[in-house]
């Protein structure tokens, strides 16, 4: 079993930053690819990004490519989202989630674990 938990959300203005954290139990954590998903109110839940298990395939959803920056320190079992120039329509709910596989995936369906969310509110 692995547990996630994300933190460092929060309410932001628009244009700035935020750093997600999601820390993973286990002892596992530097086999598994991990990703980072959104639900904004009255949506369906989408990809954000993804990492490998060694931090060298990353992918990114067009929304957020040359804003966000993914990247995962396996010593602290721990995986970050870098948000930059952040947009009112960045606002939702942020899930970390880890699939048993060292490869990345952008399939919800692909993934294992998740975490509980972490609100990120953009103002305008």
């Known amino acids: 079993q692995v547990q996630l938990v994300e933190s460092g959300g929060g309410l932001v203005q628009a244009g700035g930053s935020l750093r997600l954290s999601c820390a993973a139990s286990?002892?596992?954590?530097?086999?598994?690819?991990m990703g980072w998903f959104r639900q904004a109110p009255g949506k369906e839940r989408e990809f954000v990004s993804s990492?490998?298990?060694?931090?060298?395939?990353?992918y990114y959803a067009d929304s957020v490519k040359g804003r966000f920056t993914i990247s995962r320190d396996n010593a602290k079992n721990t995986v970050y989202l870098r948000m930059n120039s952040l947009k009112p329509e960045d606002t939702a709910v942020y899930y970390c989630?880890?699939?048993?596989?060292?490869?990345?995936?952008?399939?919800?369906?692909?993934?294992?674990?998740w975490g509980q969310g972490t609100q990120v509110t953009v103002s305008s």
């Open positions: 989630a880890a699939r048993t596989y060292s490869t990345t995936s952008q399939a919800q369906r692909d993934y294992a674990y």
């Open positions: 990492v490998d298990w060694s931090g060298s395939v990353i």
């Open positions: 286990g002892r596992t954590f530097s086999s598994k690819a």
